[in-house]
C-alpha cells in the first residue's frame, strides 16, 4: 500500500475544494447568462406586461427601475392611452447594454351610457368632491408601494362569476354627463355573493368611501395591485395577507352604483391596466 504524506493530502483535498467552488460559481455565471432577454413583440393598450432578464440585471421602464425577481422576472403596466412601442433598457450584471422595443396595439373604445346614478355622485357639492378628493387620494398613495412578493406572476382568477356589465377603457357618460374612461372592469353579480382574492397579496387599503363604496385594495407585489369596489361587505383588514380564493369581501352597490356588481379594477403604479387582459394571458 503506498502510503500519501498528510501535507499532500492536504492540498489535494483543498485543491478538490477550490476546483468545486470555482466550477459552482461558473456554473451560477453560465445559469444567470443564459437567461435571454425576452418580452412580447407586441401587446394591447392596458396589459400587463411580463418579461426575462438575466436575474441580478438592472431594468427601467417609462422612467421607473423595476424589481427584478429571483429567478429574472419583471412586470409593468402599459396604459389605455399608450401608442407606438414602449422600450425597456436592461444592464445585464456584467455589465452590457441591452433594449427591447414592445410595440403596442390600439383598441377601439366604445361610449357605455349609464343612467339611473345617483345625482350626488355625478355632480356632488363642494364639501362632498372635497371629500372624494380626498378619499382617492389615499388610494392612490397605497399604489406607491413596491413590495417584494410575486402575486403577480400568479395565474389570474375571476374573482366572481358573472356577465361582464361594464368594460375597461370604454368613455362613460352618467346620466348623459360625461365622465372619465371606465377604470376596471364590472362584473354584475347578486348581492352578497362572496368576492375572492384573483392572486394572492396583501390589504393596503379597506373602507367605505363615497364615490366607491365598500373599497378594497390587493397588492400583488412589484407596483401590481387589484381594487375591489362598491362592497356590501368587507371581510379583510389593512395588513391581511391573503391567498388565491381567500374570500375577501361580498359584492353590493354601493357608493355610485345603479346595481349590485363588483367593480375589478388593477394598476401598475398609477398605470391602470385592463384586468380582462390579465385573465386572457393566463389562458
Given at each position: 500500500?503506498?502510503?500519501?504524506?498528510?501535507?499532500?493530502?492536504?492540498?489535494?483535498?483543498?485543491?478538490?475544494?477550490?476546483?468545486?467552488?470555482?466550477?459552482?460559481?461558473?456554473?451560477?455565471?453560465?445559469?444567470?447568462?443564459?437567461?435571454?432577454?425576452?418580452?412580447?413583440?407586441?401587446v394591447?393598450q392596458?396589459?400587463?406586461?411580463?418579461?426575462?432578464?438575466?436575474?441580478?440585471?438592472?431594468v427601467?421602464?417609462?422612467?421607473?427601475?423595476?424589481?427584478?425577481?429571483?429567478?429574472?422576472?419583471?412586470?409593468?403596466?402599459?396604459?389605455?392611452?399608450?401608442?407606438?412601442?414602449?422600450?425597456?433598457?436592461?444592464?445585464?450584471?456584467?455589465?452590457?447594454?441591452?433594449?427591447?422595443?414592445?410595440?403596442?396595439?390600439?383598441r377601439?373604445?366604445?361610449?357605455?351610457?349609464?343612467?339611473?346614478?345617483?345625482?350626488?355622485?355625478?355632480s356632488?357639492?363642494?364639501?362632498?368632491?372635497?371629500?372624494?378628493?380626498?378619499?382617492?387620494?389615499?388610494?392612490?398613495?397605497?399604489?406607491?408601494?413596491?413590495?417584494d412578493?410575486?402575486?403577480?406572476?400568479?395565474?389570474?382568477?375571476?374573482?366572481?362569476?358573472?356577465?361582464?356589465?361594464g368594460?375597461?377603457?370604454?368613455?362613460?357618460?352618467?346620466n348623459g354627463?360625461?365622465?372619465?374612461?371606465?377604470?376596471?372592469?364590472?362584473?354584475a353579480?347578486?348581492?352578497?355573493?362572496?368576492?375572492?382574492?384573483?392572486?394572492?397579496?396583501v390589504?393596503?387599503?379597506?373602507?367605505?368611501?363615497?364615490?366607491?363604496?365598500g373599497?378594497?385594495?390587493?397588492?400583488?407585489g412589484y407596483?401590481?395591485?387589484?381594487?375591489?369596489?362598491h362592497?356590501?361587505?368587507?371581510?379583510?383588514?389593512?395588513?391581511?395577507?391573503?391567498?388565491q380564493?381567500?374570500?375577501?369581501?361580498?359584492?353590493?352597490a354601493?357608493?355610485?352604483?345603479?346595481?349590485?356588481?363588483l367593480?375589478?379594477?388593477?394598476?401598475?403604479?398609477?398605470?391602470r391596466?385592463d384586468?380582462?387582459?390579465?385573465?386572457?394571458?393566463?389562458?
Open positions: 500500500m503506498i502510503s500519501i504524506p498528510s501535507s499532500l493530502w492536504w492540498c489535494r483535498r483543498l485543491g478538490a475544494t477550490v476546483f468545486v467552488l470555482l466550477l459552482s460559481s461558473v456554473m451560477v455565471e453560465t445559469r444567470a447568462d443564459a437567461v435571454p432577454v425576452t418580452f412580447p413583440d407586441s394591447q392596458g396589459s400587463m406586461v411580463i418579461g426575462r432578464v438575466p436575474p441580478g440585471s438592472q427601467t421602464v417609462a422612467g421607473h427601475d423595476l424589481r427584478v425577481t429571483g429567478y429574472g422576472t419583471v412586470v409593468f403596466g402599459v396604459g389605455r392611452d399608450a401608442s407606438g412601442r414602449q422600450t425597456v433598457s436592461i444592464t445585464t450584471p456584467d455589465g452590457r447594454q441591452q433594449s427591447a422595443a414592445v410595440a403596442i396595439t390600439p377601439d373604445w366604445p361610449i357605455e351610457r349609464i343612467d339611473g346614478v345617483p345625482p350626488r355622485t355625478v356632488p357639492p363642494p364639501e362632498i368632491a372635497a371629500r372624494i378628493a380626498r378619499e382617492q387620494a389615499a388610494v392612490s398613495a397605497e399604489r406607491k408601494r413596491n413590495d412578493r410575486v402575486g403577480f406572476a400568479q395565474t389570474f382568477v375571476w374573482p366572481v362569476e358573472g356577465r361582464i356589465s368594460r375597461f377603457g370604454n368613455q362613460r357618460i352618467y354627463t360625461p365622465g372619465s374612461a371606465h377604470s376596471g372592469m364590472d362584473i353579480a347578486a348581492e352578497g355573493t362572496p368576492i375572492k382574492a384573483p392572486a394572492s397579496g390589504i393596503t387599503f379597506a373602507d367605505d368611501l363615497y364615490l366607491t363604496g373599497t378594497v385594495l390587493l397588492d400583488h407596483g401590481i395591485s387589484s381594487n375591489f369596489l362592497l356590501s361587505r368587507i371581510d379583510v383588514k389593512v395588513g391581511d395577507r391573503v391567498e380564493g381567500d374570500v375577501i369581501g361580498a359584492v353590493g354601493t357608493g355610485r352604483a345603479t346595481g349590485p356588481h367593480h375589478w379594477g388593477m394598476n401598475w403604479f398609477d398605470t391596466i384586468p380582462l387582459l390579465v385573465l386572457e394571458r393566463g389562458r
